[in-house]
């Protein structure tokens, strides 16, 4: 999170429900999680977020399904197929493509939408955009793309951050 630190990074935009980038520090102002994170789980009927652990040690004590305070049923806060993606979310990952004045796409090969226009919306409009991928992307043979980088993200993207950092 280097980038960040450094005010770099205007918001990071990912599709993984593993919160990986929450666990790696990245702050939640910046963060954009599309499809949710599965470090929380969710009310279905107020839409309160809570961590589930103290849910999974009631269940095992009781074996009663946990509920929220409301009586609502809980989920993992990830939006499961057949939910729509949150309008906030999409509207913010929206906002920082606008303004972004360099797009990267890391490790993901493109094919999801709505999420694969997000970066597309800047590109579109003159702004560099790098993909760095092992494999093909959906964004390969675009025209708007400026870099396009085979290989892993891990080898990659640390030497790039630390050179343009230094």
Known sequence: MALERAGKILAVVTQNVDGL????????KTLV??????LLVECQTCH???DPAPHFESFKTTRCP??????GLLKPATVSFGQS??????ERAAAAAVKADLVLALGSTLS???AASIPLLAA??????IIVNRGPTDHDAHPAVTLRLEGDVTAIVPPAVEAALA
């Open 21 to 28: 980038h929450r666990r790696a520090g990245t702050s939640l």
């Open 33 to 38: 999680e599309l499809h949710g994170t599965d």
């Open 48 to 50: 309160a977020t809570s």
């Open 66 to 71: 946990p509920s929220c305070t409301c009586g």
């Open 85 to 90: 993606l949150r309008p906030g979310d999409l």
């Open 112 to 114: 999801v939408y709505p």
């Open 124 to 129: 579109e409009r003159g702004t560099p955009y």
